[in-house]
């Protein structure tokens, strides 16, 4: 067999690299590796060495920042570093080949997972030591960004160290379930449940994925459940399996009989003593949903208390813990508000401990080349060396009143007529079909399956009407599109129109960021796609599915790509994957904030197709958004804190109390706490990131500004050593604090900026006045790109432009909103180089990475800030309009972390909280937990 040369050196290069730290692999590095291994390689042949740096870079272009865990010892005793080098990882082995050689897994965020399961496995208890023992664990990160991924490695690597038994609970759905066991399946066994129970049956019968490798088979693992068979009662009458000689796996859902059933066979097992010395790993997916214990006790009253009935998932999930004397549990979420205000100390007389994570919480940050609610709403990145502008890939739909009602019953018939949004969505959806086939079709592509999501309505009868009347759209798109008569002429303008003033500036915008790495393909032209619709129609009109309970079409992908469009309510709102999704349409008005960021299916990996990607809702849907992503970028800093003071998982929740903000406010009702807030604002940053822009408040902040101007003009200036990177503008250091509160005083902010209202900033400040902080302060007004501008102290300073997250005309807006509002540089005012240098040190430490971090994160600043000044930074915003007399002013205040922080008591509104509560513990189904079968 002839060998490749630059495959070896390829190989070779790759190896040694990954020898080296992460932080390391700069591009001389790479260089250096490359002709390293283009030595040994060239004897064979010869080798292009800048062909293989760029494959290199090509191959670690991809940045998986660090996990962060919160752990508590609580009896644990160390042994995964002893153990490790004499664990045989087969099953890890088999999954990790799989991952880099079938799913083109590039080496770091390989890397990655590995780093992140060995960090669970070292929390995790040895399966070997004496019994009894416990573990509580929960692990969260992003929706859609590879938390299967990552239990499904957490399993391999558990079982291949000796746990012998392993439970997955999959969600609520079966088609959840399904998805779940066939991703086991072909990751995990190696081969499909549907065809056999056991690996190599008549010479490699069923063998799939792992299983086709070639490698060496672990230790067999008996799966009791298949793709078409939960753990039902006939299962369970019917299943011989002796757990002490056979490892197991179950994947089931979370439905009161199934876990009765597996809870009473189970037991069978106990009663004669075979569990004593079994160890367990359970593994909660969509662990927000359905497993927490959301009923509410008498104020006299505990969970623990013998009289408080747990909800009934809840307490089954906690009886089946409490067979196993040797047991771990495991959650996994996107959206862990629920799950860290669990009672900490809850210990049932009946059903046991609660299942707060009391051992770890771990936070998987995504890699780069995710497209999460950060990229696509243009929130604040750290890294950035600039302000990211949110995609433009939202459509904002208010035109399905008639069609669709907000409130609509179950008895509701829409009309024939689907609402033009919605037509313009699947206009959207076939034009990136097309374009994607084009693309998959040149040199080096690949074809893919293509999904849309229309999730409009949670009655299926409605679902089924709403398919109808897509397949027959479709259907007759299908019929029109090669007519020569007026109706195949108006078809072909539409779509024509559509690709001309939607497709084409888009792609233009998201090609020209530096961003997005190979997320944004190449370009296609009109012609192109024309060639290929009648095929994308042909197959989207006869692939219209409805995914709910009682519908009889299932979600398939198999090795043929598919072009489907599935309409759905709560199957398609949790953990459920479209492969290959490109147009969402979504008008689910739900205030559930962790249900609507599950719901979030757009989110996710989209290489070489973001620019075909298009979101069509409501411009609620977008608020409640942009909120709960916020408030989960605020607990990945809380984590990230807690992580450093080596506090514990039960510190999690305090730290969020003593914030304020966002999460905050989602924390409260969660907890179905009181309306009062006890909160400071140390080491925080309020921000007014929802401006009003009614013309009277306008005016009224405008001569607020004038007049902060007209106070400061006479301070002396910050010296120019202490503005980061020569930054022009308008600085004042030395600014008493009563100026500062008198703009506050008199600054109109909007109700929804919960976490920035003036009056609390004012209290808080005066508060700390009073201990000899924020006495003096700096005064910044920064200067931005915009093309208005306006005379500030006799200089020509431009305004910032932060466009609308709504892409709403500015001009008809009433409140503007934006993603963030303060620059990566802003916070560094007042610091010298010096300063700089050490945050910067500091923010690299606290990533793992010094290659990618270019400076210091606002977390590090406002800990390294002086508590006796404080920074009030104020930004003229040019709404998008480019009109002189249309500004918006709005402010931020980088308070810094003080010791001697006032707590302050905050009265929100209790119909607010109540509501809000209500909606937070309200199942999607409309129905309670304890009605699940």
């Known amino acids: 067999m002839l060998i490749d040369p630059f495959a070896m050196a390829l190989d ?149 160290a000796g746990y012998r038994v392993v439970i997955v609970l999959a969600g609520r759905h079966e088609s959840l379930r399904t998805q779940t066991q066939a991703r086991l399946d072909l990751e995990f066994l190696g081969f499909n449940t549907r065809v056999t129970r056991t690996r190599g049956e008549g010479a490699g019968l069923g063998d799939i994925g792992v299983g086709t490798l070639g490698l060496r088979h672990p230790v067999q693992c008996f799966p009791l459940t298949t793709t078409e068979t939960d753990f039902k009662k006939a299962v369970a009458q019917s299943t011989a399996v002796d757990l002490r000689k056979n ?34 790993l359970l593994i909660d997916d969509e662990a927000d949903d359905a497993s927490i214990d959301t009923r509410k006790t008498p104020d006299s009253k505990t969970h623990s208390d013998p009289e408080h009935d747990p909800t009934t998932i809840n307490a089954a999930i906690r009886d089946l813990l409490g067979l196993f004397d040797k047991r771990a ?24 401990p609660d299942l707060f994570p009391r051992h770890l919480i771990l936070a998987l940050k995504p890699p780069t080349n995710y497209c999460g609610p950060e990229t696509v709403f243009g929130l604040e990145d750290a890294t950035a060396d600039e302000v990211r502008q949110p995609l433009p890939i939202i459509r904002v739909v208010d035109d399905h009143e008639t069609w669709m009602p907000d409130k609509h019953k179950g008895g509701h018939r829409p009309p024939a007529r689907l609402p033009a949004s919605l037509v313009g969505a699947i206009d959207a959806f076939v034009l990136a079909t097309a374009v994607r086939k084009v693309r998959a079709n040149r040199p080096g592509g690949q074809l893919d399956h293509n999904s849309m999501l229309i999730h409009v309505t949670r009655f299926t009868e409605i679902q089924t009407a709403v398919v109808n009347q897509v397949r027959q759209h479709l259907a007759h798109m299908r019929d029109t599109w090669g007519d020569h008569g007026t109706a195949g002429a108006i078809l072909r303008r539409r779509l024509s129109r559509l690709w001309k003033q939607d497709f084409v500036p888009v792609h233009l915008d998201l090609a020209a960021r530096d961003n997005l790495g190979g997320a944004v393909g190449d370009p296609v032209v009109l012609k192109e796609v024309q060639e290929i619709l009648p095929e994308v129609l042909a197959e989207a009109a006869g692939n219209v599915k409805a995914i709910n309970g009682t519908a009889q079409d299932v979600l398939e992908y198999g090795s043929t ?3 489907v469009v599935a309409v759905g309510g709560d199957k398609l709102s949790r953990g459920l994957t479209l492969e290959g999704l490109t147009v969402s349409y979504y008008l689910r008005a739900s205030k559930a904030y962790d249900t609507l960021l599950q719901m979030g299916r757009w989110f996710g990996y989209r290489p070489g197709y973001l620019d075909v990607t298009r979101l069509y809702t409501t411009q609620e849907l977008v608020d409640y958004y942009v ?23 039960r510190d999690v929740g305090l730290k969020i109390e003593d914030g304020y ?102 209290e808080y400040i005066e508060a700390q006045e009073s201990k000899g902080e924020l006495t003096r302060w700096i005064v910044a007004v920064v200067a931005g790109k915009a093309e208005t501008t306006d005379i500030i102290d006799g200089v020509e300073l431009r305004r910032i432009t932060r466009k609308n997250t709504t892409n709403s005309d500015p001009a008809r807006c009433r409140e503007h909103e934006v993603g963030v509002l303060v620059s990566p540089t802003d916070e560094a005012i007042g610091f010298d180089a010096e300063q700089l240098a050490l945050a910067k040190r500091r923010t690299q430490a606290l990533a793992g990475d010094q290659t990618r ?23 003229r915003v040019d709404p998008g309009t480019n009109q002189k007399d249309d500004l918006l002013i709005g402010f931020a205040i980088p308070f810094p972390r003080s010791d001697n922080a006032k707590r302050l008591q905050y009265k929100v509104n209790d119909v607010f909280i109540e509501n809000l509560a209500k909606s937070l513990r309200a199942e999607e189904l409309g129905q309670s937990e304890d009605d699940l079968e």
């Open 12 to 160: 070779v290069a790759e190896k040694l690299l990954l020898n080296q730290p992460r932080t390391d692999r700069t591009i001389e590095r790479i260089r250096e590796a490359a002709e390293t291994a283009a030595k040994p390689a060239s004897v064979i042949g010869p080798v292009d060495v800048d062909r293989l740096v760029a494959e290199l870079e090509t191959r670690f272009d991809v940045w998986v920042p660090r996990p962060v865990a919160v752990t508590h010892s609580d009896a644990h005793q160390p042994w995964y570093p002893e153990r490790r080098e004499k664990i045989s990882f087969d099953y890890w082995n088999r999954y990790r080949t799989w991952l880099a050689s079938r799913r083109s897994w590039k080496p770091q965020p390989l890397e990655a997972l590995n780093e992140a399961t060995d960090v669970i496995l070292d929390r995790l208890e040895d399966p070997e030591r004496a019994a009894p023992w416990a573990f509580y664990g929960l692990v969260y990160g992003q929706v859609q960004s590879g938390k299967t991924a990552n239990y499904t490695g957490t399993i391999c690597k558990a079982v291949d």
């Open 247 to 280: 490892r197991v796996l179950i994947v089931v859902k979370k439905y009161k009989s199934i876990l009765e059933n597996l809870t009473i066979w189970l037991a069978n097992f106990k009663k004669d003593g075979a569990l004593a010395d079994l160890p367990l």
């Open 329 to 352: 549990y495991l959650a996994y979420t996107a959206t862990p508000f629920g799950n860290i205000f669990i009672p900490h100390d809850t210990d049932h007389p009946e059903h046991g």
């Open 561 to 563: 790509p598919v072009t």
């Open 627 to 649: 909120h709960i992503t916020r408030a989960n970028r605020n607990l990945m800093d809380v984590v990230a804190t807690v992580a450093e003071n080596g506090d514990t998982p």
């Open 661 to 762: 903000g966002q999460l905050q406010v989602t924390a409260a009702a969660k907890r179905r706490s009181a309306t009062t807030l006890s909160f400071t604002f140390s080491g925080e940053r309020p921000e007014t990131l929802v401006m009003l822009s009614d013309p009277v408040t306008k005016a009224e902040n405008k001569t607020v500004f004038d007049r902060l101007v007209e106070n400061t003009i006479n301070c002396p200036e910050l010296p120019s050593e202490r503005r980061p990177g020569g930054q022009r503008g308008y600085f004042r250091c030395d600014v008493p604090a009563g100026v500062v509160k008198d703009f506050l005083n008199n600054f109109r902010a909007s109700p929804r900026n919960v976490q920035a209202t003036p009056k609390v900033l004012v």
């Open 853 to 875: 971090v270019k400076r210091p994160s606002g977390q590090v600043l406002r800990r390294m800030r002086d508590p006796r000044e404080g920074l009030l930074v104020v930004y």
